[in-house]
């Protein structure tokens, strides 16, 4: 009886991890997942990706997750780096650049959030922000008026 509890207990395990296995999505890799959000002749300036540690208060882990990072730099002027991303993020947009995550149906939805805080400092720095169900990526855009290009400093946060 023991036996045939273990067995068809292992059985069980095993198909539901062939079916985790089934429906996984496709690997994510640091360079196509830049690509998607790259402003246009940027360079970019070295770039990571790594276990994002999602934990809880207890500092127990929650979900796998992963973190790319990267700044990018471009000689264009900040308002037109920012006007590029406005118009690629715009809600409603028929494209498919105005959805960075490249594969529609799967998010249920995304908020975009534009936040400037340049007024009176000698560094502009803009903040946008975009959330969806299963990412989170921020940029900050900013460049000082003594600075020859704009840097576009790339976070983004994908849980599984």
Known sequence: MLRSSVLAFAS?????????????????????????????????????????????????????????????????????VIE?????????ADSETAKPEGKPGKESGRSVMFHDDSQGRPLGIHIIIVNTDKSSTTLVISRAETESETHIAWTHYLRF
């Open 12 to 80: 069980l395990i095993a198909l539901l991890t062939a079916e985790t296995w089934c429906h996984a999505e496709e690997p994510v890799r640091l360079m196509a997942t830049i690509a998607e959000w790259q402003y246009p002749g940027s360079t970019i300036n070295g770039a990571s990706m790594s276990d994002a540690a999602t934990v809880n208060v207890s500092g127990e882990r929650t979900v796998p997750s992963i973190l790319c990072k990267t700044v990018l730099t471009t000689k264009d002027p900040m308002a037109k």
């Open 84 to 92: 590029y991303y406005e118009t690629k993020l715009k809600q409603g």
